[in-house]
Every structure is written in structure tokens, then in C-alpha cells.
């Protein structure tokens, strides 16, 4: 250290911990996140106080909007691969391999069957914008692909739960006619996906 | 780090005569740290933390079609309670059956069903309470707690909630009451039909539907 008495205070920081907190921030987020998916639809679920974790594996989630436009979606290529190979014997439509792959890498969809080939040869953007006006899955009595699925990915996996992701001003008709899809197909214990909300018991705020 | 320290030494700055080749080692890594925190925001809200968020609700829903009007005589009136979701978040309750068509107003606000349900709860839910807060000090144990949750809810005097929401209501607004059914520690509840009665008495309250 010299020992002439420097005019000028020095301004320099020094930045060690904070690069090091940034990085290790930056690893942690890295690490233990994954990249939301990109949903096709938007739904914003109501809250509740429930902390009961939706488990990761073998679900199958019914989305509906506030349209009351119903989509599937399906955890696991492997579940996905089985439930499309069924789906084609059901409807007698025939799906290529290159098809049935193509449908193992879909997260969620919503459209009648019949429009279903069609939608796998389009790209993302493409099919983004079909998201947008698509009709959903039809859920009416003559009609009822949804419990189509439902029965088929019950065959393809005997574990799977159901899971109903509803917006928050979807109709309540709408939802009375899954749940009543969903009872139809010996499904009787089901979950209804909410956001995260302060369990005023806990607070004490009663 | 700010700087590095190089052959120059701390702070001086009187360079007047050139003195040869003596540069200054030192490097401002302010702009790295920035960019470091730019990843990490961008991280934050680009992706979702894998479990902790998602949350649900367990319901298990009665296998047979809705009791018919002779099994429904067969509750226990005293303690039937009903509740009609109708429009805009409005829930309409009687206690005991429809006989008549008078029944009370409420909402979803804090002094709205939930005060009614608490009350009518009261024993159910002071038990519980007690519990939560014996295994909140370490009292009882996991096991023991929810064995006596499961007791206290099974007791034969508390309300046995029927939640019929209307056409005119939202998801929404069937969430939030299954939600008051958890938070006021309710033991028996269901979700059934309405019946024509209650369905034209909705109609009626509610006339300015869009």
C-alpha cells in the first residue's frame, strides 16, 4: 500500500459475491425450471386453497376455455403413441408411423378427429393460428370423441387420472357435461387443476 | 470483480510522463454481472418451477345418478343445507327441504357464505381447529391428525351441504364453494341437480340475464 494519501477516493466495487450470487442464481433457475409450455389454448384457473400437487406422471388433463372449447392433452410419448394407435382402430382411419410420431410430440390438441391428420402436417405457427379458432373437441351426445378419448387412454393406461383444467368463467353447463363424460366413462375420482391461494386457516385471517 | 489489480497499484492516476509500457491490467466486470442478471430474469419468466404451483382439488363424485326425490326425503332434514350458485357469484341457501321457495341471499365475500357456513359448522370446525393448531406445536403427529380430521368430520350432527349450481354460474363459482367446503372443514357435501322448483325460483331471481 503506498503510503502517499491519494486525493481521489476510489469508486471501484469490488463485484466478487455479486457475480457469484448472480451466477449461482442463474444455475439454480437453469437447473430446477423447465420452459412453460406453449399452451393452445389460454385458460386461467380459478384458486383454491388445496396444496394437494398434481402428480407428473400418467395424467391426462381436459382443458377447457372460457369458450367452452375442450382440449386433451396427455403426459408421455409412449402414452401418447398408444392412445393414437387405438384411436385409429376405433375411428378405422389409419395413421402412418410418421403420423403417430408426430402426435407422440403434441402436448395438447382440440379438434374433431376427423381434422386431426390435417393439423399434424402443419407447422407451428400454423398450427398456433389453428389453435386459435379451433372448435375444440366435440363433447355433445352425438358426438362424444371426448369420451372417446378418454375410454381409449384408459385402455392405453390403466393408471392414468383424469384431470379437468377449467377457466374461471367457463360456463357452468360446459362443465357439467365433462364431468358428466367423464362419470359416463367409470371415471369417479377426478381433480380439478386451481392456482395457488392463502388457506385463510393458516393465517389465522378467519 | 471490479478491477484486477495490475502492475499499476491502486488509484493513481498521474500518468503525466509517459513511463514506458506500463498498462493497466485492470477490467470492469460490472457488465457481466448485468448480463448475468438479465439471463436470470429472463429464466424467472420464461419457465414455470416444476411441481410447487400446481394445485388441485380432490372430489370424489358419487358413482349412481342423483338420488331420486324419495332417497333425497330419507336425509336427515335437520341437517340438509342447500346451496344454489347462481348468476354473477349470487348464492342462494335454504336449510331443510324446498317446501317452500323462501331461501337467503349471499355472496362470496368474507361476510357471505362463509360466515354462514362457519357458523352452522361451528362444533365440526372449532375441533379441527384445535387440531391444526395441537399439530402446528408439534403436539400430535401427522397420523394422529388426520385421524382425527377424519373423526371430526364424520360426526352425525354436522350440516350435509348439497351444492347445486346453476346453468347461469361460472367454474368459477364452483371452485370457490368446493374451496368453502375445505376451509370451513364441512364433512359431507355433494354436488347434485337442481330441482324444477329451484331451477324456475333462480329464473326468477335473477331476471336480468343478459
Known amino acids: 500500500m503506498p503510503k502517499v494519501k491519494v486525493p481521489r477516493k476510489s469508486t471501484m466495487v469490488d463485484m466478487t459475491a455479486m457475480t457469484d450470487v448472480a451466477f449461482l442464481l442463474l444455475t439454480f433457475f437453469m437447473l430446477a425450471t423447465k420452459f412453460k409450455p406453449d399452451e393452445p389454448i389460454i385458460v386461467d384457473t380459478p384458486s383454491s386453497?388445496?396444496?394437494?400437487?398434481?402428480?407428473e406422471q400418467d395424467v391426462m388433463?381436459?382443458?377447457?376455455?372460457?369458450?367452452?372449447?375442450?382440449?386433451?392433452?396427455?403426459?408421455?410419448q409412449y402414452n401418447r403413441e398408444g392412445l393414437i394407435s387405438k384411436m385409429s382402430a376405433l375411428k378405422g382411419v389409419a395413421f402412418s408411423e410418421e403420423e403417430k410420431k408426430q402426435f407422440s410430440l403434441v402436448d395438447q390438441f382440440g379438434m374433431p378427429f376427423n381434422q386431426l391428420k390435417q393439423y399434424l402436417t402443419l407447422s407451428a405457427d400454423q398450427r398456433t393460428n389453428f389453435n386459435k379458432t379451433s372448435a375444440g373437441i366435440p363433447i355433445d351426445s352425438l358426438n362424444n370423441e371426448l369420451g372417446d378419448w378418454i375410454w381409449q387412454a384408459r385402455?392405453?393406461?390403466?393408471?392414468?387420472?383424469?384431470?379437468?383444467?377449467?377457466?374461471?368463467?367457463?360456463?357452468?353447463?360446459?362443465?357439467?357435461?365433462?364431468?358428466k363424460v367423464v362419470q359416463e366413462k367409470n371415471v369417479n375420482r377426478f381433480n380439478f387443476i386451481t392456482s395457488m391461494e392463502a388457506d385463510p386457516r393458516k393465517t389465522g385471517s378467519e | 470483480m471490479a478491477d484486477?489489480?495490475?502492475?499499476?497499484?491502486?488509484?493513481?492516476?498521474?500518468?503525466?510522463?509517459?513511463?514506458g509500457k506500463k498498462m493497466s491490467t485492470r477490467v470492469d466486470f460490472?457488465?457481466?454481472?448485468?448480463?448475468?442478471?438479465?439471463?436470470?430474469?429472463?429464466f424467472m419468466l420464461t419457465t414455470s418451477m416444476s411441481k410447487p404451483k400446481t394445485m388441485e382439488i380432490n372430489m370424489p363424485v358419487k358413482p349412481d345418478k342423483p338420488p331420486t326425490?324419495?332417497?333425497?326425503?330419507?336425509?336427515?332434514?335437520?341437517r340438509a343445507v342447500t346451496l344454489i350458485l347462481g348468476p354473477k357469484g349470487n348464492i342462494f341457501y335454504y336449510e331443510g327441504l324446498p317446501d317452500n321457495l323462501s331461501f337467503q341471499t349471499t355472496n362470496f365475500g368474507k361476510d357471505g357464505i362463509r360466515k354462514y357456513l362457519l357458523q352452522r359448522n361451528?362444533?365440526?370446525?372449532?375441533?379441527?381447529?384445535?387440531?391444526?393448531?395441537?399439530?402446528?406445536?408439534?403436539k400430535i403427529n401427522e397420523e394422529e391428525y388426520?385421524?382425527?380430521?377424519?373423526?371430526?368430520?364424520?360426526?352425525?350432527?354436522?350440516?350435509?351441504?348439497?351444492?347445486?349450481?346453476?346453468?347461469?354460474?361460472?367454474?368459477?363459482?364452483?371452485?370457490?364453494?368446493?374451496?368453502?367446503?375445505?376451509?370451513?372443514?364441512?364433512?359431507?357435501?355433494?354436488v347434485v341437480e337442481l330441482n324444477d322448483i329451484e331451477k324456475q325460483a333462480v329464473e326468477a331471481a335473477s331476471p336480468t340475464q343478459p
Open chain 1, 155 to 179: 385402455l392405453t393406461n390403466n393408471n392414468i387420472r383424469v384431470a379437468i383444467k377449467g377457466d374461471m368463467d367457463t360456463q357452468y353447463p360446459v362443465v357439467k357435461r365433462i364431468i
Open chain 2, 4 to 19: 484486477i489489480e495490475g502492475g499499476g497499484g491502486g488509484g493513481h492516476k498521474k500518468g503525466g510522463k509517459p513511463r
Open chain 1, 49 to 55: 386453497v388445496s396444496e394437494i400437487v398434481l402428480p
Open chain 2, 69 to 78: 326425490e324419495e332417497e333425497q326425503t330419507k336425509f336427515p332434514k335437520d
Open chain 2, 146 to 190: 388426520k385421524k382425527g380430521i377424519k373423526e371430526a368430520k364424520s360426526d352425525k350432527t354436522g350440516p350435509l351441504i348439497l351444492i347445486k349450481p346453476s346453468d347461469q354460474s361460472i367454474y368459477k363459482n364452483m371452485i370457490d364453494i368446493l374451496d368453502e367446503m375445505q376451509i370451513c372443514d364441512i364433512g359431507v357435501f355433494a
Open chain 2, 30 to 42: 460490472t457488465p457481466m454481472v448485468d448480463l448475468g442478471f438479465l439471463l436470470i430474469t429472463f
Open chain 1, 61 to 76: 388433463i381436459i382443458s377447457v376455455d372460457a369458450n367452452g372449447r375442450v382440449f386433451f392433452g396427455i403426459d408421455g
Open chain 2, 122 to 138: 361451528k362444533a365440526i370446525h372449532d375441533k379441527c381447529t384445535s387440531l391444526r393448531k395441537e399439530f402446528q406445536e408439534g
